[in-house]
């Protein structure tokens, strides 16, 4: 892995206009929006029975996917001298991830906004699947459509070079003040180091960007264009790099970096951020770089992908973080849904390792969640995992460890 940290040939981006669809000041306010109390702003109005029945004729299997009870009411608020909006509240009984999968799938499609631009997630493995294909299915469907209307609401700019390679691109959301606490939060998709791309996760930007969080969503390399380990974990580094030559606010001030990942995302997120001998005695990257949120991971190359991945005994070993934990961040959050249980058992191993390490990870298991649950769940606000995110950025760049036990 190249450790330097070069400047990026980019110009500052925050100097620069970001928006790419529009002001998004003329779309409806963010916070309106956000999913926080289980709240969806529209800029139309509609009762109760419009809703479920453009639900059901978009998408009545999209519909059904959870058992959510939807409870929609229409208000209105003049706002100015413009026309009045429309809000439609929805609230969905939660058991578990409660993500308001149904509900918000149905009502994604309600707002007329056609999906994001992405690659066609139809050829997916996983949407091929016989066993997973409808759930992700569906999963990718809601993305793209959330991911179009953030961006109508949010300024930003798509498709920054962070490297050569045409995968080597990332998509950046930015809030009305970024340089204010100057907090970024890089998510890493995942997809089996096999599929996946950023064009589909812009929705995990609405509600942070709403908390004044800068949100960075790359593309890596992947396994089925010949790239194996350690390249996609090279392209992260990469990435925190662009973010050190293109996100400044000013030479003496040192963003504060979370660095999230689902599922293979968990695994280069870990990568990064468990073992920092990468690091050497960079001031900068210490300092920045406060914390990882590993959601529905694998902490050593699960056996499906690692035929591709980690092709040799040798990058087999190197590849398997749970064994390579050295000085780590202090602020770590592992998340899983608990329906996921091989994922379970490897955040209970990473648990164990990192409290030897003197680090006492945030650990959250996800009611009644599988794997696409997760990915959904990180994104909405009334989420305790949402929470512990945000939490993330308060630690102190090499906070006090706990001392390690010296109980087995």
């Not at 026309?83 to 409660?98: D, F, I, K």
């Not at 790239?227 to 996609?232: E, I, N, R, T, V």
């Not at 210490?286 to 990058?315: C, K, M, N, W």
Request: aromatic share 6%; with cysteine.
């Amino acid at each position: 892995m190249n450790n330097a940290a070069t400047t990026s040939p980019t110009h500052d981006v925050l100097s620069r206009d970001t928006g790419e669809i529009g002001d998004p000041s003329s779309a409806v306010s963010i916070d309106s929006f956000g999913l926080a109390q289980s709240m969806i702003a529209f800029r139309f109005g509609a009762n109760e029975m419009a809703l479920r029945q453009r639900a059901q004729a978009e998408g009545p299997e999209m519909v059904s996917l959870r058992d959510a009870e939807v409870i929609s009411t229409s208000t209105r608020k003049p706002e100015g001298a413009q026309a009045v909006n429309a809000h439609a509240t929805t609230r969905c009984q939660r058991t578990g991830p409660a993500l308001a999968l149904a509900a918000m799938v149905g009502l994604a499609a309600m707002i007329g906004v056609p999906a994001a631009k992405a690659q066609d997630a139809a050829a997916y493995p996983s949407v091929t699947s016989a066993s997973a294909g409808n759930s992700y299915r569906v999963f990718y469907s809601l993305a793209d459509r959330l991911t179009a209307d953030t961006r109508q609401r949010v300024a930003h700019r798509l498709g920054l070079p962070y490297g050569p390679e045409p995968r080597q691109r990332l998509d950046l959301y930015l809030p009305a003040a970024p340089c204010i606490d100057q907090r970024v939060l890089i998510y890493v998709h995942g997809g089996n180091f096999v599929e996946g791309d950023r064009e589909h996760y812009g929705y995990v930007a609405r509600d942070y960007i709403a908390n004044g969080v800068t949100v960075v969503v790359p593309s890596y390399r992947l396994t089925r264009d010949g790239h194996s380990y350690p390249a996609q974990i090279e392209d992260l580094a990469q990435v925190l790099t662009w973010v050190r030559g293109s996100l400044s606010c000013g030479e003496d001030k040192v963003p504060q970096i979370v660095i999230a990942g689902h599922s293979v995302g968990a695994l280069m997120a870990a990568s990064l951020g468990l073992d920092r001998r990468w690091m050497g005695n960079d001031p900068w990257l210490r300092e920045a770089l406060r914390g990882v949120v590993l959601i529905s991971g694998h902490f050593r190359p699960d056996p499906a992908i690692a035929q591709a991945y980690a092709p040799t005994p040798a990058s087999m070993a190197a590849a398997a973080i749970a064994d390579h934990v050295s000085d780590p961040v202090a602020r770590v959050v592992i998340a899983y849904g608990s329906n996921e249980t091989a994922r379970a058992l490897s955040a209970d191993e990473l648990d164990k390792v990192l409290r030897a390490e003197g680090i006492v990870p945030q650990t959250y298991a996800l009611p009644a969640g599988n794997h696409s649950d997760t990915a959904l769940d990180f994104s909405l606000p009334d989420s305790p995992l949402f929470a512990l995110t945000l939490a993330s950025f308060d630690h102190g760049a090499d906070a006090p460890k706990t001392p390690p036990s010296n109980t087995p």
